[in-house]
């Protein structure tokens, strides 16, 4: 599955403490997600928590707002 390919390597970025890069990756897990099953689907709002998270690390509030209200 393409999604879960991009969400856990976004996981393994984050941990790694490459935000930037685990932020561009879960984008792209979020497009998957929204393409293959809809924007209701609870994939997409694993997404849009998990970029929340991304940003909420780096101390970007601002960009976080923007995926809560997805």
Do not use: F, I
Request: proline share 4%; no cysteine.
């Amino acid at each position: 599955m393409e999604w879960k390919t991009l969400n856990q390597a976004a996981s393994t970025l984050y941990r790694q403490g490459k935000y930037e890069q685990a932020v561009a990756t879960e984008k792209k897990a979020l497009e998957v997600a929204e393409r293959d099953h809809g924007p209701e689907h609870p994939l997409v709002g694993t997404s849009l928590n998990n970029l929340a998270e991304y940003y909420r690390a780096q101390g970007r509030y601002a960009a976080a707002e923007p995926a809560a209200d997805h």
